[in-house]
């Protein structure tokens, strides 16, 4: 019918005919849906998946998978027959077979033990759904949320999972054979792959709402990791399996259609426990790296469900959020429980739900130590008062298995509380973390005054390190948030969507004209002062810490999630220039653009590519609006001579001020050049970024012991103030307790705490040095990096004798006795880092154990706020432990 007339077209020729037109077609449907006007605001792609109108193209795209029984009828019918044509349509039936097989062989290999059942089949729904959009684009795989429906599963009404209809998967099976007859997936009209029919044998109840909730309170230490982990595995995932029964509760189950919306719910409340706070996030099992079974994937490659990898196109992240569920029943259930104490809970009186029997919990290979220690977990699942029969459950009661008055309306006595979303800002790359904290109505305030905030904390341990609305890190005393201290994380270290948000804060602050200008006001400040003293050994680390602080105090203002990040060019110091999709100098919305364009001079060149580019971003007018310049040139200076640097004692405080100002301060200032290598370095985008790791360098320093910490030059009279403010040097020892910026006198102290960088080969660097002596370390072969010219220093304000000085403490200190050529370099990373990895020893020992995954700087705080909240020294070793910064079990 397409063809007419009497001409008559080959085969081939009517196919590449329809071809062309299908992506003709296809290409005016892409190319009108990826445009669009609104900037900033929240669109949709011609998929349905939920993006950000950005640069007047929709961008930072993030895939909605929602509950089954919220979807509309026209969704779920999509759905429906989208499984329907996978299985069947014989484009797609032989590579649907495959990957339904796959669960059924390698259930025996380990797929359902505790350090692979997570991320295996976070990574196996993702395949799935992939399958599926392949077909129809518009479809996620939904989810299941049983909990709400825990008393009343079975029931087949036309919005259930069990209508008959052409929007749901059919009923229950029919005895003998538990055949599934009704609906789509009914025996007549589909079979499994095996061509055999579905099963099924409904019986009992699901696990309800409240051990749901009570799955999600344990803390993201080494043993509620691992108690959560097994709840959700044993006591919720298997438990509904066989409450489903008939091939759910086989080797089979994958052939069945709810086996995903199942194992979608699962994964949501694994999400939903993960968004608590970055620690949860990155909670899991030590073996981390250790591949999964039949992918080519590990573990950590699937903890951040915003990040994961495109299978189908390496290098590109997917991302993936649930919608809570639409029934308002859900809403109202957990806004009350968030009010109540766990004991509280406990008391409720509502159903018991049935555990596996032995033979069920033989058949997941859960060993006979994991099932008593099940049976000793579900206690706390369970009610304390259970209630037989309907027990006068009616309507909604009935529904979840327990009375909605016996839930306290009050949230708690006389406390309002207001359940508010933190959520990123409108161009993150489709990272949805709904942070949801409970706020108390009265004196709310997001400054820190004193270290005290007025936020509700009841779920937490007391004393345990948990984040507040705005990032900083607290602890809990006395259900409320205390000592609550600013993190500054490694600008690499940081996802997407916080280095977005920074850049976004950042072009805001210098553009918008509620902000731009006070923020040239505090830009020019620097290129005023520039010859004034600020870069004198006695004012240069804790001028520039007020600096530092003044500026992210301003972006706060903008945003007050914002924290200034810190660089650690060391880390690669051979590969700095690097511009990667997620190096600093990339040219993605979460970089800084690269470098400038060379020109026939020898000038730097304006830099063209980026948020930073010539064409949308521009200097201040103290800077004569110029563009952004940059040259870059050597690489910087290696962990190494970092390390050396830092290993300075207390006395020798003079020679460790000169290391950190001059030989690299100074020489990476000038190695990237341009704009960072003149009086109006201020302006660069990487001039804080760069001052915060020297900043950084100097707590390390500090953290060291209390004599470093008190150490600074003694020859500065008490009534001598810093350049441009009112305070003393002495004012900005100490990160813990540094005053306001703005003013000269106050009560309010601020906290910031630097983390190290999360890169695995950073701690491993840094545990293998420090079992090293200074001497060892000075013999590791390494590639030689460039020092500061005499002209630069002298540019930078360092004086003739203080560069003899440095030179000399370069040659005897940090650069390398033993020089190595590049081509001896045959590792990647052992080209990035300057030196081999294995020229370093491991000198580990049981000691050392677990790994180490904090910083000095953390202790510090750690220590000194458990202390100020009077709690015991016995258990800070316990809490150090339990409130570890990006925690790996």
Known sequence: ??????????????????????????????????????????????????????????????????EFTSMTEAERILYVNTVWKASTDLQFQNEYQKLISMHQRLFPTGIHQKDQFLPWHRWYILQYENLLRR???????????????SMTPWHTDNTRVWYSGPSGLGGNGITPSRCVQDGVFGQDSWTKTNEGCITRDFNGFTPDIIAVYLTLLHPPTVDGFKIF???????????????????MCLVTSAEAPEFFLHHGFIDKIWSDWQEKSRDHLTAHFRNITNPMIGTGYRPGDFLD??????????????????????????????????????EQILEIPRHSFKPLTGRQMRFFHISPQEQNQARQDLRELEPRHQLRGEAGLTGMDRNIGFKMESLSATFGKKRSVIKNNFNPSPTMRGRFLMFTFLVVAFYLSVASSQGRHDYSCSTYQEGQAVDGPCGQRCICVNERLRYCCRQRKDFPSMTREERIRYVNTVIKASTHRRYRRQYNRIIAMHARLFDSGIHSKQQFLPWHRWFLLRYENFLRKVDCRVTLPYWDWSLFAKGVWRTGIDDIWS?????????????????????????????????????????????????????????????????????????????????????????????NSANAPEFFLHHAFIDKIWADWQAKSNDHMETYFTTVPRYVRMEGNDFHPS?????????????????????????????????????????????????????????????????????????????????????????????????????????????????????????????????????RSLNAAEMSSEGLEFFRRANISNAMV
């Open 1 to 66: 019918s397409f063809l007419s007339g009497q001409i008559i077209f080959p085969q081939r020729m009517t196919m590449k005919l329809l071809l062309s037109v299908a992506l003709s077609v296809c290409a005016i449907v892409l190319g009108d849906s990826q445009s669009c006007s609104n900037e900033g605001a929240k669109v949709s792609d011609y998929c349905g998946d939920t993006c950000y109108c950005i640069g007047g193209q929709i961008q930072n795209c993030c895939r909605v998978r929602k």
């Open 135 to 149: 077909v129809d684009c518009r479809v996620t795989v939904p989810y299941w949320d049983w909990s709400i429906v």
């Open 229 to 247: 982990e097994r709840d959700l595995r044993i006591n919720l995932h298997d438990t509904v399996h066989c409450r489903i029964g008939g091939d």
């Open 305 to 342: 469900n915003s990040n994961l990898p495109d299978v189908e196109r390496p290098g590109w992240p997917t991302c993936v959020l649930y919608d809570d569920p639409t029934n308002p029943v859900y809403r109202q259930v957990m806004q009350r429980l968030q009010g109540m104490t766990r």
């Open 587 to 679: 040219n993605k919305p979460w970089g800084l653009g690269g470098n400038g364009r060379k020109k026939k001079s020898h000038r730097a060149g304006c830099v063209k590519t980026g948020r930073f580019s010539q064409r949308k971003w521009r200097l201040t007018p103290s800077a004569k609006r110029g563009c952004l310049r940059r040259k870059f040139s050597a690489p910087a200076p290696d962990i190494i001579a970092l390390h050396l640097t830092k290993a300075h004692r207390p006395r020798e405080f003079t020679e460790f001020e000169l290391n950190v100002r001059a030989n690299l301060h100074d020489a990476f200032h000038c190695e990237i050049g341009g704009t960072m290598c003149a009086h």
């Open 731 to 863: 004012d900005y020892i100490d990160t813990f307790n540094l005053p306001h910026p703005n003013v000269d006198r106050t009560d309010d102290y601020i906290c910031v705490m630097y983390q190290d960088a999360a890169h695995p080969l950073y701690k491993e660097i840094t545990q293998r040095l420090e079992k090293l002596s200074t001497r060892e370390v000075r013999t590791i072969p390494r590639l030689y990096f460039k020092p500061a010219t005499t002209r630069q220093l002298r540019r930078l304000g360092v004086k003739r004798k203080e560069r003899r000085h440095a030179r000399k403490l370069l040659n005897k200190e940090l650069e390398p006795r033993k020089r190595i050529r590049k081509s001896q370099l045959r590792k990647e990373y052992d080209k990035l880092l300057g030196f081999k990895l294995d020229d370093i020893p491991f000198r580990y020992t049981s000691r050392d154990l677990p790994t180490r995954n904090t910083s000095l700087t953390y202790d510090r705080w750690l220590a």
